[in-house]
């Protein structure tokens, strides 16, 4: 007689032990080797774009800058290409360098994040507490240009609502160059550092084919040899003004998507000096009446990849449609040809967030190889109390009584 | 592959037959919206081999899919970038049958499509004919069954 072979899930989530965001990693593992990986998102669906065919052209920057925190940048500007596309609108130079400027600062914010939160996962905690410091004036420029650290609302169809003041120029260029010097540092640490490339080269490697079959974006792309990158593909804003380069690299594993992020950094760093130097005199937008009826399509460089909006317009005050895709959305299940034949820890940083987490032991059991269960949850319970007993003995504490086995749940002592 | 090569290979596909069984014309209409946005309209039973011909031909690079009530059809407007030129090209898709509209799947050829096409399916209920893995993405696992929350004529 066959025996039924069960397959060990290791259960990730909802609740993500490390990341503030809802997701589910269900693991299928043989011994310490990922075979498999399912990915449930959604727990947290706010239906943006049901709710944006409710709200007229001009509210619709403050909803999609919502729908992400660090990309509040990059959402609405992707919404206002595409309805400016409808409408046949350029807006004034001006504003298409504050949105250069605000959106770099974004990037560079993102990608120094991280960085921080990568080397937080492996359990390097000095890279986060410098990412997370540099970061901090990056932050502060961006509240002394929008009013706001995050969720900027500077965008709008026609061009922008807050110009960057003559004034502050000279203390942003004075802040880039230490900030400059400080990423320099942090990426020659990490790059240099033998501990990183032990741990993280030949980890979670996507491919090249991979990667075009999954149609992965931005820095994800990048690392994996497809030197892609909307500011210079399709340029928007003033990025065909300015010089810089698109960093690639070919080995698709962890580490050349660091690398990507933190040589990002500084051409970001560039672009914005640059940007700041050259800003032209006028005005920041353009009066926009009436969105004629038609279609439009604008997408953007994210720090995480490119973000693609749609939007349709029937000749009224609000889009009657607004489809809305985000980079994550294509990365994400990327996972599924990065994870798969991984050890498990390594996954922790393939994933680049998540950690496998092992107090999950009520979703657990431990099984051999073969698949045939050796210990239970019940049994995992007992032997933890009766070792917890038998230390307390050594140790001299008071005799702990155990409930009777596998009475889950009840009270000790 | 610049441009104006781009521009010809498209125009190219307009009457090629795409093996025995489709129609001997595959697209309707070309709208050139301007020089980085081209709109390519066809029926739905020809999208797969559109969309076929884009990722593999060309090498278009899929970004996603838009699905849309229209009154009397359901379009499906799939979007791709071809990058060495930033050309955003979109595949354009009616499906006329609003009583039980479906459509081949992509997902076979081009994994990147299967979440896109689970979320149409949830919201709009467009049944993708193939698709390795048609359960729920987005909708929650107590959503009642046949009410598609982007359809026009569903209740607040």
């Not at chain 1, 997701?23 to 399912?38: M, S």
């Not at chain 1, 729908?67 to 004034?92: D, M, N, R, T």
């Not at chain 1, 932050?139 to 003559?166: A, K």
Request: glycine share 6%.
């Amino acid at each position: 007689m066959k025996e039924t072979v069960r397959k060990p899930v290791l259960a990730v989530g909802p609740f993500h032990p490390l990341q503030e965001e809802m997701e589910f990693f269900q693991l299928t593992i043989d011994g310490e080797k990922v075979t498999d990986i399912d990915v449930r998102i959604s727990y947290n669906h706010r239906g943006i774009e049901k709710i944006s065919e409710s709200l007229q052209f001009d509210q619709v920057p403050f909803l999609v800058s919502r729908i992400c925190g660090i990309c509040s940048a990059s959402h609405p500007l992707a919404y206002v290409q595409a309805v400016e596309e409808i409408a046949g609108i350029k807006p004034p130079e001006r504003a298409l360098y504050v949105r250069t400027i605000i959106n770099e600062l974004e990037r560079i914010h993102s990608h120094l994040l991280w960085v921080g939160l990568a080397g937080h996962f492996i359990g390097y905690d000095t890279v986060f507490m410098w990412a997370w410091k540099y970061r901090e004036p990056v932050l502060d420029l961006l509240e002394e240009i929008s009013g706001n650290r995050n969720n900027y609302g500077n965008v709008r169809v026609g061009g922008c609502r807050e110009d960057v003041p003559d004034e502050t120029i000279p203390k942003i260029l004075k802040e880039l160059d230490i900030i400059e010097k400080k990423t320099e540092m942090l990426t020659k640490a990490v790059l240099d550092d033998p501990v990183l490339h032990a741990r993280l080269k030949g980890v979670g490697v996507l491919t090249k084919e991979a990667a075009i079959k999954y149609a992965v974006t931005g820095p994800t792309a990048r690392g994996s040899g497809i030197g892609i990158d909307v500011r210079r593909d399709d340029p928007y804003a003033a990025y065909a003004d300015l010089d810089w380069k698109v960093i690639a690299q070919p080995e698709g594993d962890v580490f050349a998507k660091a690398v990507v992020r933190l040589l990002e950094t500084s051409e970001s760093i560039k672009m914005v000096r640059q940007a700041v130097k050259k800003l032209p005199k006028g005005p920041i937008a353009l009066e926009v009446k009436q969105v004629p009826p038609g279609e439009g399509c604008g997408h953007v460089e994210a720090p995480r990849g490119e973000t693609f909006h749609y939007v349709r317009s029937d000749g009224g005050n609000r889009p009657i449609r607004h489809k809305i895709r985000a980079p994550s959305y294509v990365n994400v299940p990327s996972f599924k040809a990065s994870c798969i034949g991984q050890d498990i820890a390594d996954v922790t940083i393939t994933l680049a967030a998540v950690d496998p987490c092992y107090s999950c032991t009520e979703r657990l059991a431990v099984v051999d190889r073969h698949g045939s269960i050796t210990h239970d949850y019940e049994t995992l319970l007992r032997l933890s109390r009766e070792k917890t007993a038998r230390l307390q003995k050594d140790i001299g504490a008071p005799e702990l009584k155990l409930p009777p086995n596998g009475a889950v749940g009840g009270k000790i002592g | 592959m610049n441009q104006q090569e781009l521009d010809n290979r498209l125009s190219q596909i307009k009457n090629k037959p795409f093996g025995s069984e489709l129609r001997a014309e595959l697209l309707t209409t070309i709208e050139r919206k301007s020089d980085k946005r081209i709109f390519l309209l066809c029926e739905a039973e020809n999208a797969y081999a559109v969309n076929k011909f884009l990722f593999e031909d060309i090498g278009a690079r899929f970004c996603t899919v838009t699905g849309i009530d229209s009154d009397k059809c359901f379009e499906l407007l799939y979007h791709y970038s071809y990058d060495p030129t930033g050309c955003v090209i979109t595949v354009k898709t009616f499906i006329r049958n609003r009583q039980a509209p479906a459509i081949e799947s992509i997902t076979p050829f081009l994994p990147a499509a299967e979440w896109i096409e689970r979320e149409i399916h949830d919201i709009l209920g467009i049944d993708f004919r193939n698709h390795p893995n048609l359960k729920r993405l987005i909708l929650a696992d107590d959503w009642p069954v046949g009410v598609y929350p982007l359809r026009k004529d569903v209740k607040k």
